[in-house]
């Protein structure tokens, strides 16, 4: 047992315990920052926030070195009970939590406070990790895929029924999981072209291609040129055919030079678009008579995401002015700068945005910042946490956090790799994607990249489930790592 | 390792999150190091504007008599740094709420942004100086509170609410619509108060302290080179007479209805009676919302500003302007006479009148206030050949009416005047057809009755405008402002396009509606009142009872209306409390002999129950 022990605190990755400790303990430094209150300056006032949070900073060192004692054998063991727990509890916590702002999240155990769905991240890690390293587990299985979504979707919804629409997007994240083991691209790839086509749709929407054709949408002029640079990458990359990929090509910029000419020099008031839906609607009839000719399934493929890439782009607009209920589509046109509406939505965004903006190179200094101070910024020591560093530490402060958060990335996908077991090697990338989307939207989000959706940034934001969750979800990967050599299969 | 066909994948995947963690850190530079507008931003928002608050100008009477003044409201403002283990308990009780009112006003202050621990808190706003006298001699046991000194109004005499108006919190859309405004300030919301608000408001005084991150002050910013020191209000001097007022007031009490008295040779506005009324200073400082919703639900609607919004059919006052309209158009001169057999008969139609003999010329027409004279006289214009049509004949006729101040709003400074209506043929085209009518469907009109429309506030104009001879100005409430002058509309004669020449006979008829007329009963023996009774038809209920007049005859000094709602006929009730005022505004007091009149209508309530 002692030789074992041994074993473990040899093997265990320094780089990332290292990581861990400065991430924690900056963030408890921001956190001070945040909600120090000058009337009780006491360092150990556990009514304080910051006091508090050193409470749930040793909690989550005890839960961390629990975790590196445990058997590995207990997770791959678990993994579906401790699944099934936690769907279990998710659907308790939606029906017995009381009403916290919109959010029926919260489970109150006397003087506690827990956030399951923070947790159950973990569990669905594990989850995902074990199926699919699972004997004869394969993508193209369709009983396997749909299992292997189900993992995934499952928690989301509940999430989602419990109106913590940011936790659950996070579970968005694994997709990288399932992109790493196997899954063809194309999902991503459509995944990743819905968001921006959704985005260049909503944000042109209104936009003339030349101020003098008032009519016209640049929008979806952007998004037929994109679609049709993808489908001709697509064609090349699949089929080399480059026959293809020339006679649209030339056709396309041809056409449109001639169309510039002829705007320009003849004077006639042409409709570019309309020279677009041409261009699109050749493309669409060469592959589709290439995959009657060839018999090439593929073709046909590509056709479809030309055409679906139109109509997605048509019904966007629709969907956004329909579907959406007014305070979200407020939220999204901030994001995308068609509104610059102070008062509302944007009052957060924008608050928070002076607060970096102000920090300068090197900050104003430790609890100098008065944008965070005079309480400027919203929740600033859970969601908007990063406002106090980018205000008292400048962009130094700001820079190392994100370096730091991109070096832990880097160094659990090298763990991952580094793996024997299939098991460690999923579950590491599932840690690693899980705060990559966590940094990526939180960050984003203060910085007026990203919608405001509330996440915390992890082991920054105040917060006794945040805090212990990522603990629990990071240690478990390290301590499967530590053993990584035990395991011979 | 493991077989991997998807190896080349780990190198997208971190591609993916180098890309964006650098699209990140440039952003974070582009924000944080090229763009330098946050910094100053952030200094704005570090600011401590604090607002000095101007004194309001004051309202005095035409003979200077204060009407409206200031006086100190106390804010109560807690430094909760300071008021750290203060006995709370003792200091809500003090203030006269729970303990529980006091941490939820607390919780709710400490919640606002830019809030500070360092920087007083409006804790309670608008305490009287007798709300505050007892509170203030404890005040000190109480450490981090302090008093915030503001002003509100106070009144001299409880009279002239409506025209007066009122001050209260700036709603919305006026701090939108002016910059001047943010939450929490006063400016008026009806009334003077609300017409002169910029003469009145002063400009705001300013101290810009700077805080810093612990909200502390440190001090001035930039040794207070963009401080500003407040600008007083300017003082108004209005035109109402406020004993006038007061004494209308009072003859009006237990009626509804107005009063309204312009000053001919200015339309300097004398008195402007909306009853019933309320005590001004019921709509002052923390007990002004639960008076007004009081005040918006009573049935009599003392919010009402009878004067300035009730339109009635002005009945036969409006003889008067009938009769300048049929001389100047030629159908008829002072010696024009028409029979009157108890009434104006054509056919089936009949318009009643009282007995009296016949026939009757122009003047005696006025005096007996006859209607089948105006009957025929209208009659005569609508259908005279001399126009080609009927619609050219009423409208022609329009013009006149409007040139004597009706149909239109005459531009009083006093917020929502209603217009009155005057009709055009466009309206008796569409009801009838073009040109399908003649004087006889439309008979109703020439003795103010039927569709005309006018505000007593018209009324009494008319009245000036004969006094005048011919011209009016538009009635305004304010005389002289401080360092200022009054709107040039005000100074702007107003000339009808009737001759002066032919308002002599009227006014010579309306002297003797008063010698040995209508309004004998309401005579004033040592001074020569023109007046014309006159009764507004009511379909919901008894008539409204109506009376102008002007005086002396010759160089006038006041024109009067006077309107009683569902009081009967206008010599009953109008015309007593117009002489009545006019006597009191000319001599100061009321005869011997008319002071059981006066007692009469002092005690009469004709409000039902």
Redesign the interface.
């Known amino acids: 047992m002692d030789r074992r022990n041994e074993n473990i605190l040899i093997n265990i990755d320094m780089w990332t315990i290292g990581l861990y400790i400065a991430l924690v303990i900056f963030g408890w430094i921001s956190i001070y920052g945040a909600s120090y209150?000058?009337?009780d300056s006491n360092f150990w006032d556990f009514s304080q926030r910051f006091g508090k949070q050193l409470v749930w900073i040793g909690c989550s060192v005890a839960i961390a070195a629990v975790l590196l004692m445990l058997d590995t054998k207990i997770y791959t063991t678990l993994a579906y009970f401790i699944y099934a727990f936690f769907i279990i509890l998710l659907i308790v916590t939606l029906l017995v939590a009381p009403d916290t702002r919109g959010s029926h999240s919260w489970l109150v155990l006397g003087p506690v406070s827990l956030q399951p769905a923070e947790f159950a991240k973990t569990a669905t890690c594990l989850c995902l990790a074990k199926f699919m390293s699972s004997y004869g587990f394969s993508m193209k299985n369709v009983r396997d895929t749909i299992i292997m979504y189900l993992i995934i979707f499952v928690p989301m919804l509940i999430i989602i029924a419990q109106n913590e629409t940011g936790s659950a997007l996070a579970y968005f994240a694994l997709f990288?999981v399932l992109?790493?083991?196997?899954m063809t691209?194309i999902i991503l790839l459509l995944g990743v072209c819905a968001a921006v086509f959704f985005v260049v749709a909503i944000r042109f929407g209104a936009t003339p291609i030349v101020d003098a054709v008032p009519d016209e949408n640049l929008g979806m002029f952007a998004i037929m040129i994109m679609a049709t640079i993808i489908a001709l990458s697509m064609v090349y990359f699949y089929y080399r055919d480059n026959t293809l990929v020339k006679t649209i090509s030339i056709m396309g910029v041809s056409m449109f030079l001639i169309g510039i000419f002829v705007y320009n020099y003849l004077d006639v008031k042409i409709k570019f678009s309309y020279l677009a839906y041409i261009v699109v609607g050749a493309l669409i009839v060469y592959l589709l008579v290439m995959a009657l000719r060839q018999r090439k399934i593929g073709y046909f493929l590509i056709s479809l995401f030309v055409a679906g890439s139109i109509g997605f782009g048509q019904m966007s607009d629709y969907a956004f002015n329909k579907i959406l209920q007014p305070h979200q589509q407020v939220r999204i046109k901030v994001t995308l700068g068609m509104e610059n509406d102070l008062k509302k939505s944007g009052y957060n965004v924008n608050?928070s945005?002076?607060?970096?903006?102000?920090?300068?190179?090197t900050g104003?200094g430790f609890?100098?910042?008065?944008?965070t101070?005079?309480?400027?910024v919203p929740e600033q020591d859970t969601d908007f946490i990063f406002c106090t560093v980018?205000?008292e530490h400048?962009?130094i402060g700001?820079?190392a956090v994100?370096?730091g958060?991109?070096t832990l990335?880097?160094r659990l996908?090298a763990l991952a790799?580094r793996?024997?077991s299939?098991f460690s090697?999923i579950y590491g990338?599932c840690v690693?994607s899980i705060i990559?989307f966590h940094v990526?939207i939180n960050?984003?989000m203060v910085?007026g990249?990203t919608p405001v959706i509330g996440i915390p940034l992890p082991f920054f934001s105040y917060g006794g489930s945040s805090l212990w969750s990522f603990t629990i979800l990071l240690f478990i990967f390290l301590r499967l790592d530590a053993s990584r050599k035990e395991v011979y299969d | 390792m493991i077989n991997d066909s998807n190896d080349n994948r780990r190198f997208i995947i971190s591609l993916i999150m180098v890309a964006v963690c650098l699209i990140y850190i440039i952003r974070l530079f582009s924000i944080q190091i090229v763009d330098k507008s946050y910094l100053e931003q952030s200094q704005n928002n570090a600011y401590l504007r604090k607002v000095i608050y101007p004194s309001r100008g004051l309202l005095t009477d035409r003979n200077g008599k204060l009407i409206v003044f200031n006086k100190p409201a106390f804010d109560i403002m807690i430094v909760p740094r300071e008021a750290r283990g203060m006995d709370t308990l003792a200091f809500a009780r003090m203030l006269g709420i729970t303990k529980d009112d006091f941490d939820k006003r607390m919780g709710i202050i400490r919640r606002k942004s830019g809030y500070s621990p360092y920087v007083p808190q409006l804790f309670m706003s608008q305490l009287s100086a007798e709300e505050y006298g007892p509170i203030s001699e404890k005040l000190f046991k109480f450490n981090g509170v302090y008093v915030q000194k503001r002003t509100l109004r106070d009144y001299n005499y409880h009279n002239a609410a409506l025209a007066l108006g009122s001050i209260g919190e700036v709603s919305k859309k006026q701090i939108e619509a002016d910059d001047f405004y943010s939450q929490g300030d006063y400016a008026g919301q009806n009334g003077i108060e609300l017409t002169y608000e910029k003469v009145l408001r002063g400009e705001k005084g300013e101290e810009i302290l700077l805080r810093d991150s612990r909200g502390r002050v440190k001090g001035k910013y930039e040794d207070g080179k963009y401080d500003k020191l407040p600008v007083p209000g300017k003082d108004i001097e209005l035109s109402l007479d406020i004993e006038l007022q007061k004494y209308g007031e009072e003859l009006m009490h237990g009626k509804i209805g107005s009063i309204a008295a312009i000053e001919p040779s200015t339309g300097e506005i004398l008195a402007l009676v909306s009853s019933p009324t309320y005590d001004p200073s019921m709509l002052v400082g923390r007990k002004r919302s639960a008076n007004f919703a009081a005040l918006s639900k009573d049935p009599l609607k003392p919010l009402f500003d009878r004067p300035m919004m009730a339109q009635y059919p002005p009945g036969s006052t409006f003889k008067t302007a009938q009769a300048l309209v049929l001389q100047q158009e030629g159908i008829i001169t002072p010696n024009t006479a028409y029979g009157c057999q108890h009434g104006f008969h054509a056919g089936a139609l009949t318009v009643g009148c009282h007995g009296h003999e016949s026939p009757l010329n122009l003047m005696h027409s006025i005096q007996h206030s006859c209607n089948a004279y105006y009957c025929c006289g209208f009659r005569a214009l609508i259908d005279h050949k001399k126009y080609k049509t009927v619609s050219e004949a009423i409208d022609v006729w329009k013009n006149h009416i409007v040139s004597l101040g009706f149909g239109y709003r005459l531009g009083a400074d006093v917020p929502n005047e209603k217009r009155g209506y005057i009709p055009n043929s466009g309206v008796y085209n569409k009801v009838y057809g073009e040109n399908r009518w003649k004087g006889l469907t439309i008979i109703s009109l020439s003795i103010g009755q039927g569709e005309v429309l006018a505000t007593p506030l018209q009324i009494a104009n008319l009245g000036a405008t004969i006094a005048n001879r011919g011209y009016y100005y538009t009635p305004h409430l304010v005389k002289n402002i401080q360092g200022g002058e009054i709107d040039s509309s005000f100074i702007e004669c107003h000339h009808s396009t009737i001759d002066p020449k032919y308002y002599n006979v009227v006014v010579d008829g309306m002297e003797l509606v008063m010698i040995s007329g209508t309004g004998y009963y309401s005579r004033i023996d040592s001074i020569a009142v023109c007046g014309k009774t006159g009764t507004a038809e009511n379909p919901h209920g008894k008539d409204h009872s109506i009376f102008m007049a002007f005086a002396p005859k010759d160089d006038p000094k006041i024109a009067i209306s006077v309107v009683v709602e569902n009081s009967g006929f206008g010599a009953t009730w109008a015309a007593p409390i117009a002489t009545l005022m006019i006597e009191k505004y000319l001599k100061g007091e009321i005869p011997k002999r008319r002071k059981p009149i006066e007692q009469r209508l002092l005690d009469a309530n004709l409000i039902k129950e």
């Open positions: 209150n000058f009337d990288l992109y790493r083991q196997g691209g608050q945005m002076i607060a970096i903006g102000s920090g300068r190179l104003k609890l100098q910042g008065t944008q101070k005079l309480k400027y980018g205000e400048g962009f700001t820079t994100v370096i958060f991109l990335m880097l996908i790799e793996q024997r299939l090697k990338y690693a990559f990526a960050v984003g910085i990249l």
